[in-house]
């Protein structure tokens, strides 16, 4: 989401410079002084809770700056932004309750379907994922739309391979290797992905794989000693590497040199990192689930979701066979280059006009 939002706040800061835009951010955000122009405006909110921003703060900020819309993720606020922009990038709570615990999944199904009710619109990036909000959450289809949203601006195949390799001895990794990048959540299957490798490498033992991404505090105690048990297990630990976070220039590097990126979602709204990688000028091996078939077509060579064997078996397919690396690659960056990534911002602009025009978001108490 971190990634989707900060994409969409740069490309409306190139493409208009007639309104006026407050970005609510705390003191983790990704932007520097001089980064935005004059028409942006930061504005840092004192909270200690999630929960307590949305219920106190950002009413009173949507009063105070007199605004005309408010683009929220995920959860509205509980009261007092009548024209809320409510992006719900998937309903995996709901389709793939099996991932989450029971309390966890109960509580935000249920609030993130009044939420769904409550927008005066919903932004998703599929149409996959469009469907899944309209069933789930009961959301009228008409207040819908369906903007996939990212960038791939500063992702480039890179030709020098003395920064790969600083880069990746910055991390004690080496040639040749897998990549895997995301965020370390169960959805990710990063588990699955450990097991079929531990197959793969049985016929490649040369070998490694990079697991990259953020270990996030609500999984530190859970789905992460999870992968690492799962790792030392199977007996691979020498072959494995955690990076945890990584800036973004140091994620371009990792994903250049990388033989394939490997992505065995169980459930996505969109999923960023095959995209990342495929301007990157990288293979990718993605589970086949709706979002992603959608998205990316033919570009990847598609993995049964939930099947370690099917996995490995298209891991060995893809590092034997020098051929369809090079056609993958091929199409992977005919289809970072599509021109939906140059139209977010008009599209967004669009829909930030639609969603001041609709009516009001009807009042918790009506419910």
Known sequence: METVVEALVRGLARHDADNTYFLYVTDKHPFQPGDLPANFHLRFLQSPSPTVGRLLLLPRCYQRDRLDVIHLQRVVAFWGCPHTLLHVHDAMFATNPELFPAWRRA?????????????????????????????????????????????????????????????????????????????????????????????????????????????????????VEEVVGEVARLGIQDKVTMTGWVSNEQRRLLLCGAAALVFPSAAEGLGLPPIEAMACGVPVIASDVPSIREFYGDAVLSARANDASHLAARMLELISNPG????????????????????????????????????????????
């Open 107 to 223: 509580l935000l199904n249920q609030l993130f379907r009044w939420s769904c009710q409550r927008a005066a619109r919903v932004v998703t990036p599929t149409e996959a994922s469009k469907a899944d909000i309209v069933q789930h959450y009961a959301c009228n289809p008409s207040k819908i739309e369906v903007l996939p949203a990212g960038s791939v601006q500063n992702l480039y195949p890179e030709v020098d391979s003395t920064k790969i390799d600083s880069v990746l001895e910055l991390f004690g990794a080496r040639h040749p290797y897998l990549i895997f990048l995301g965020a370390m959540e169960r959805n990710k299957n990063v588990h699955l992905l450990v097991q079929a490798f531990a197959e793969f490498v049985k016929e490649q033992p040369g070998y490694r794989l990079v697991l990259v991404g953020q270990r996030r505090a609500q999984t530190k105690g859970g789905y």
């Open 324 to 367: 369809l690396a090079r056609e993958l690659v091929a199409r992977g960056l005919e289809r970072s280059r599509r021109d939906h990534w140059a139209n977010q911002p008009a599209r967004l602009l669009e829909i930030y006009r639609l969603t001041a025009g609709s009516p009001a978001c009807q009042p918790a108490s009506s419910r």
